[in-house]
């Protein structure tokens, strides 16, 4: 599958790119050198910079618009604004995965439907706003596009933190503590995904996927956390 236009992209940004290898840069995949020696560049850098964009401009947002919430709050509800899963939603509102430049391995492996792909994928063509337009076009992305989970994220707790959280309910109902393995590894290193397992002494309590063992752990006790009915 050839990647769809950029200029259908640009509409959906809702901005043009005067240096349109910016953006081509910014939507390919590090997999895609590898097939076509024409590419010398990959996106990886451009999500190094649009990662660092994000953070400041969602920091910002949050100190400005919550005055009355402590640090470490605000700590955790950033967290989940910038996490992989939200950022991957927010790809695929604007179908980024279909003007992703990925390998034909990748593509047959569901490069364009994959999580960390689609994350990576946001923060880098932040990136390149960030170098085509400066920061007041990243916010206007930012606020369009990942801070507008906000409110669901404060209703529905998604700022807390899983595991800590089914660690306390856990000690307190059932006098025990949960403890994680990791069930499986799968992708490249530098992509992997991994799943864990949360279990209540040997027996199995929830499972869950993540781009890092951590985010995958988190995943497991929300499943937990739901199956039990302590959300």
Not at 128 to 145: D, Q, S
Not at 168 to 184: C, G, N
Request: negative net charge; hydrophobic residues 35%; proline residues 3%.
């Amino acid at each position: 599958m050839l990647p769809k236009s950029q200029t259908l992209l640009e509409k959906k940004l809702g901005y043009s790119f005067d240096d349109p290898t910016l953006l081509r840069t910014a939507l390919t995949h590090r997999s895609y050198l590898n097939e076509n020696r024409d590419m010398r560049e990959h996106n990886e850098r451009l999500e190094f910079l649009g990662d660092a964009v994000l953070e400041l401009v969602v920091t910002d947002f949050l100190y400005h618009s919550m005055p009355d919430t402590p640090e470490g709050k605000m700590t955790s509800i950033r967290a989940a604004l910038v996490r992989k899963e939200n950022l991957a939603r927010a790809a695929r509102d604007l179908s980024l995965g279909d003007f992703l430049y990925l390998s034909k391995g990748e593509e047959q492996t569901g490069g364009r439907e994959n999580d960390y792909i689609l994350a990576n994928s946001v923060e880098s063509v932040l990136g390149a706003t960030y170098l085509e337009h400066g920061l007041k076009y990243c916010r206007k992305f930012i606020e369009k596009n990942i801070l507008n989970r906000l409110d669901l994220i404060l209703q529905h707790k998604l700022h807390r933190d899983s595991k800590s959280y089914l660690q306390e309910m856990a000690q307190e109902k059932l006098q025990l503590t949960p403890t994680y393995r990791i069930l499986s590894e799968e992708g490249p290193d530098h992509e992997k995904i991994f799943e864990a397992g949360v279990y209540f002494g040997e027996m199995l309590q929830g499972q869950g996927k993540g781009g890092s063992k951590r985010a995958a752990e988190l995943k497991a006790a929300e499943v937990s956390l739901r199956q039990l009915g302590w959300e």
